[in-house]
């Protein structure tokens, strides 16, 4: 079973302050995602790294970056927090292979609280 | 963009009905996937139906998909109290990207 693993379930930062996120798979995927989750708005994209030092903006990037360094571990960095980035956020992977034909396979997320 | 939208918002059945949930999108697709999400954890894939296909079975699941009508329909049969998430569609075109929908809670009652 693919196992993606995120760093932190519950994390509470102050405003202004760097957050890393972090994210790693096991099934030597080549495509990651981090969503957020927000109550009535579904998943939204923030970033996508289809590869290895690739990344592509999704919907929401503003106030992000990310990082692939190495292929299982893709991290979202939250530049200088704020409040409106209190949220969920999930890590997902998937295998290249299949263009969009393929599932997503999910973290259990990292509920981030800014004050 | 959320592409995807479920209907209904909640639903709240006993333990042993069926439950039933639909997912309109607006644009064409490749493919439309189906996940669910127990409270505070990830999502789960439930199943995929590619955009040339009516209707696919998986266990207690299924799954139709109408292109002409933009719309797909997930049935739970026999519910159990395991079933109580959050179920989520997806949609696929032909790049990397997912639209999921809002979602539908469907709590399941013993």
């Known amino acids: 079973d693919v196992k993606v693993t995120q760093s932190s379930r519950y994390l509470v930062k102050r405003t202004g302050e760097k957050v890393f996120l972090e994210c790693v798979q096991d099934?030597?995927?080549?495509?990651m995602f981090w969503y957020r989750q927000d109550p009535g708005l579904g998943l939204r994209l923030i970033y996508f790294?289809?590869?290895?030092?690739?990344?592509e903006k999704g919907d929401i990037p503003e106030g992000y970056s990310v990082s692939r360094e190495k292929k299982e571990r893709f991290s979202l960095i939250l530049e200088s927090a704020s409040t409106n980035q209190t949220s969920m956020y999930l890590c997902?992977?998937?295998?290249?292979?299949?263009?969009?034909?393929?599932?997503?396979?999910f973290g259990d997320g990292t509920r981030l609280s800014i004050l | 963009s959320q592409q995807g939208e479920e209907d209904p918002q909640a639903l709240s059945i006993q333990e042993g009905e069926n439950a039933t949930m639909n997912c309109s999108y607006k644009?064409?697709?490749?493919?439309l996937q189906w996940y669910r999400q127990n409270s505070g954890r990830g999502l789960v894939h439930l199943i995929l139906i590619r955009s040339n296909e009516r209707e696919k079975h998986s266990g207690r699941l299924r799954v139709t998909l109408d292109t002409s009508k933009k719309s797909s329909s997930l049935l739970i049969t026999a519910s159990r109290a395991a079933d109580t998430a959050s179920y989520f569609c997806?949609?696929?075109?032909?790049?990397?990207?997912?639209?999921f929908g809002a979602g539908t809670t469907v709590t399941v009652r013993a």
């Open positions: 644009t064409s697709i490749n493919n």
């Open positions: 997902a992977s998937r295998p290249h292979y299949g263009s969009g034909n393929q599932p997503q396979h």
């Open positions: 099934m030597d995927h080549e495509n």
């Open positions: 997806a949609t696929g075109s032909n790049d990397y990207k997912l639209s």
């Open positions: 790294s289809y590869d290895v030092k690739m990344k």
